[in-house]
Nanobody, 123 residues
Framework: QVQLVESGGGSVQTGGSLRLSCAAF????????MGWFRQGPGKEREGVAT???????SYADSVKGRFTISQDNAKNTLYLQMNSLKPEDTAMYYC?????????????????WGQGTQVTVSS
């Protein structure tokens, strides 16, 4: 059974940093492509960053230069390093897994989701 478990969320002030982790269980991690998504209060869920099985990354314009997605295949773990955080980054952050293919930010293609971890950035 595929299971994704996020951790690392918390409350920080503007300009602070957090590192989110997503531990994957129940499947061969390297066979899937991964992504981070977020949903802020009163907003729709949106893509933040994705990474494929070759380590190729994609980022939403709003986080480019501030966030870094990475993965450790040996540890079956996905990461999101978030620097220079802003209040608009406040959201529940989710990791997700999909069969690799086109359209990395298409949420419909992600078959497995974690329960989310809350990030709150205060001004």
């Amino acid at each position: 059974q595929v299971q994704l478990v996020e951790s690392g969320g918390g409350s920080v002030q503007t300009g602070g940093s957090l590192r989110l982790s997503c531990a994957a269980f129940g499947y061969t991690y390297s066979s899937y492509c991964m992504g981070w998504f977020r949903q802020g209060p009163g907003k729709e869920r949106e893509g933040v960053a994705t990474i494929d099985s070759n380590g190729v990354t994609s980022y939403a314009d709003s986080v480019k230069g501030r966030f870094t997605i990475s993965q450790d295949n040996a540890k079956n773990t996905l990461y999101l390093q978030m620097n220079s955080l802003k209040p608009e980054d406040t959201a529940m952050y989710y990791c997700a897994a999909r069969a690799c293919g086109l359209a990395p930010f298409d949420m419909v293609k992600y078959s497995h989701w974690g329960q989310g971890t809350q990030v709150t950035v205060s001004s």
